[in-house]
């Protein structure tokens, strides 16, 4: 409950400052006069120039790689969590439900290659909409969860880490 508020706020302080910077950098040479920079790429041009440029696009490329690599094993984790949560609803918690990732990875990365597709998807201002509708959805869902559990008298074990570790001491399983 400490380290994460204060992570959050460290990061939304260098995302503050970075913005601002990018912002300075709109237009070249002047803020008034100067040729805008629609793209980081071109901000990198304008500024550094060279090979920097080049370097600038293999981080950037590199970076794009990498995250969705990592959304898609996140969004195939969270997936096969849900096929194994339904196993063990339907089966009982004695069986061995194990569920490959591959398919859901495939699911998620021919999704993502279909819907890179769309012509001018960045101008979709109803996906940002959709997106904030989501998120508060599933945040409020959580939160009538997490109060329900409260409110019914249940207990749960907690950590600062997310794991109980060594002995619990509260006496409820």
Known sequence: WVAGPAVLMAFSFITYFTSTLLVDCYRYPGPVQGKRN????????AHLG??????????????????????????????????????FHKNGHD?????SNYPFMIIFATIQIILSQIPNFHNLSWLSI???????????????????????G??????????????????SE
């Open 50 to 87: 060279g090979m920097k440029v080049q370097l600038c696009g293999l981080a950037q490329y590199g970076n794009l790689i990498g995250v969705t690599i990592g959304y898609t094993i996140t969004a195939s984790i969270s997936m096969v969590a849900v096929k194994r949560s339904n196993c």
């Open 130 to 152: 959709l997106a904030a509708v989501m998120s508060f959805t599933y945040s409020s869902i959580g939160l009538g969860l997490s109060i329900a559990k409260v409110a019914g």
């Open 38 to 45: 629609y793209t980081y790429m071109d901000v990198v041009r």
């Open 154 to 171: 249940g207990h749960a074990r907690t950590a600062l880490t997310g794991v109980t570790v060594g002995v619990d001491v509260s006496g």
């Open 95 to 99: 069986v061995k439900c194990s569920i």
